[in-house]
């Protein structure tokens, strides 16, 4: 959501946000339901999620870093591409199966419309965040640093998730 902001200010974020909530909705859900379930039924379930969120995340790392010799300005940070994200976020595991109740108790849906609140105020901070790398005439300077931070960071993310699985 940062680069988004950066790249089509706080307009482009809240055009985002429905993706962004849409693909936590998507990994959350059927996880809630599901997940402890499936993952002490077949225990390679969870490898499997995480292997393919480690290789989605390298690939988003490999563009992001590859679009910096383009000046930044290769492909727009589209709606599928943050719903992608956010369904192989390894954060929905936790989300769906250690901070949110079990979908049978009363404060199931509470629980989970404040995380979508949440969801939509972290998303206009990174995009605030974003934005003001173009407050001045250091903005490009400023977003080449954002970029390359994002896509170390996602590439540390990746990396930690493979070793995870190698690991474990």
């Known amino acids: 959501m940062g680069l988004a902001g950066a790249h089509g200010g706080l307009s482009r974020v809240v055009r985002l946000i429905p993706a ?3 693909g936590y909705a998507t990994a959350i859900l059927p996880l809630s ?14 490898l499997v999620l995480k292997g393919a969120a480690a290789i989605w995340i390298a690939v ?5 870093w590859r679009s910096l010799s383009t000046g930044g300005k290769g492909k727009e940070i589209s709606a599928r591409r943050v719903f992608i994200t956010t369904c192989l976020n390894p954060k929905a595991l ?3 199966l250690v901070l949110l109740p079990s979908p049978q108790t009363e404060g199931f849906v509470p629980h989970l419309a404040l995380f ?9 901070v990174w995009g605030g965040l974003g934005l003001m790398t173009q ?3 250091a903005g490009t300077k400023r977003l080449m640093i954002l970029q390359r931070v994002a896509s170390a960071w996602l590439m ?3 990396v930690s998730l493979m070793l995870n699985i190698s690991l474990g």
């Open 116 to 124: 979508a609140v949440m969801v939509i105020g972290v998303a206009l």
């Open 60 to 64: 988003l790392a490999i563009k992001l």
């Open 135 to 137: 407050v001045s005439a």
């Open 33 to 46: 339901f599901l997940g402890a379930a499936l993952l002490q039924a077949i225990p390679g379930f969870g």
């Open 20 to 22: 962004e909530l849409a």
């Open 94 to 96: 936790v989300f769906s």
């Open 156 to 158: 540390f993310v990746s």
